[in-house]
């Protein structure tokens, strides 16, 4: 008998009755699992982080390739002096220079001048080695923002199946409580009869009163955790703060088998970790080429447009046009560019690394949570079959009971040992769907599995 789903089917089937503190909160709202991680998916505030910070990592592609566009500047400067030379340029500019101006008196000590410039000036990048490697490392890391995002969904998806679980564990515990209850009572009840008949014993009363007393607040327990984790729940959903989410229907696990070596090449392709180290080494890579590329000369056109007037902004008393080509080539520069160019390689190197260890490691998971899979399948059918035991034993106890052949003393720790065993099948059922979750979160395609 699967305790587990049944525990979990009467709970669903039945209204819930929330704890007192709860009872004016909002009404509970029922979703399905995969409803739940569809709604977590548009709503989990985390998930909308990471995809604000994808946006801006996306971003920098267009800034880096921005490099390639010409740069257009306006400007308009007012300027006063009475310098020899400043007042010299002023004049030319404007257009204003005289005969009278190459007196010696006016050259060493003319009077105050002014002077509104107007230009435009365009600079256009004609060769620059360093904006190619900038661009490839800024599109690295919008890959890695899109990874972000990608691995954030994934594990707010696992996340809402791990609280769903506990959701669906706390809500079996609290029928399991409340079949312990009605247990509880009814060997109240038969002690309460044995001793007004005269063939029982008051501490036997007694005794089942005490233990009645010790499930009810087991059952209070129970009620609060339902409570909270279906209030956990919604909050991982996204749901507003205060809102419960109740499963709808119980999770019968993965149907599809588990196979190492397709799980294995799976964590290869799809884990974000692994992808994201993969990312790390092909924009250390770029940071190489970045750093190497500073060895070349750059190359820039540039033109500009210039007024000039005395009295009026923006005027035009004289003007003048420039146009040119620059080319520009370091020679030398403390061997700056040989120490960075080494780091940058050492960097590339020590990606590289990273990624054979992440490699490593991800191997290393996917066996691990294979084999705690199947160690918590084992420890499931061994409590599956606790249970059958636990079972009987009360059975053969309560008519032995009934008959004088046993004392309440046995009956109640058999009935105590019967409601470990349930809460222990309850544990192992949850944690043997958990750890099939596990094994495909492990391998990078829980999403994709969760959601078929």
């Known amino acids: 008998m699967k305790l587990f789903f049944a525990l979990l089917a009467l709970c669903i089937v039945t209204t819930v009755q929330p704890v007192s503190a709860a ?3 909002p009404e509970v709202r029922r979703m399905t699992l995969k409803e739940a991680i569809g709604t977590a998916l548009e709503y989990n505030h985390l998930i909308k ?5 994808s946006d801006a990592a996306g971003q920098g592609v267009a800034i880096a390739s921005s490099r390639y566009y010409p740069g257009i500047f306006f400007e308009e400067a007012f300027a006063a002096s009475n310098a020899p030379t400043q007042t010299f340029m002023m004049k030319l500019d404007e257009g204003r220079f005289s005969q009278n101006d190459f007196l010696i008196n006016n050259l060493n000590h003319p009077a105050a001048h002014h002077d509104f410039k107007t230009a435009l000036t365009i600079q256009q990048p004609l060769y620059n080695p360093s904006t190619a490697p900038m661009r490839e490392m800024a599109v690295k890391d919008a890959e890695k923002g899109a990874l972000g995002l990608e691995g954030t969904r994934q594990s707010i998806a696992f996340q809402v199946f791990q609280t769903y679980l506990e959701a669906q564990k706390a809500a079996a515990h609290r029928t399991s409580a409340e079949q312990a209850m ?4 009814e060997n109240m009840r038969l002690a309460t009869v044995r001793n007004e008949t005269g063939i029982g014993l008051k501490s036997d009363e007694l005794r089942a009163r005490t233990h009645l007393a010790a499930i009810e607040s087991q059952l ?3 009620d609060n955790n339902l409570v909270l984790a279906q209030m956990r729940l919604a909050l991982v959903v996204g749901s507003n703060n205060g809102s419960r989410i109740e499963p709808a229907e119980p999770f019968a696990g993965f149907s599809a088998p588990f196979q190492e070596q397709g799980l294995m090449a799976a964590a290869l392709e799809n884990r974000i970790d692994l992808r994201l180290a993969r990312t790390d080494l092909e924009k250390s890579a770029a940071a190489v080429k970045l750093a190497r590329s500073a060895y070349l000369p750059s190359a820039g056109a540039f033109a500009s447009y210039q007024m000039n007037a005395e009295h009026t902004p923006f005027g035009n008393d004289n003007d003048a046009w420039l146009a040119g080509i620059t080319l520009k080539w370091q020679i030398f520069d403390g061997f700056r560019r040989c120490r960075e160019s080494d780091r940058a390689t050492a960097g ?17 998971q996917v066996q691990e949570s294979l084999l705690r899979r199947d160690e918590m399948e084992k420890r499931r059918d061994v409590a599956r079959h606790a249970l059958q035991d636990a079972e009987e034993t009360v059975r053969l106890l309560s008519r032995r009971f009934e008959n004088s052949l046993a004392t309440m003393s046995e009956l109640l720790d058999a009935q105590s040992a019967l409601n470990q065993t ?3 099948l309850v544990e192992a059922e949850a944690n043997h769907a958990l750890a099939s979750g596990q094994v495909y979160y492990t391998s990078g395609i829980f999403l994709k599995e969760i959601t078929k």
């Open 23 to 25: 009872s004016t909160g």
């Open 220 to 222: 209070i327990t129970a």
């Open 422 to 424: 349930r809460a222990s």
């Open 49 to 53: 982080a990471a995809g604000y910070t």
């Open 348 to 364: 590339r190197s020590a990606a590289a690394e990273t990624l054979e260890n992440a490699v490593q490691e991800a191997a290393y």
């Open 182 to 185: 009605s247990e509880a009572r």
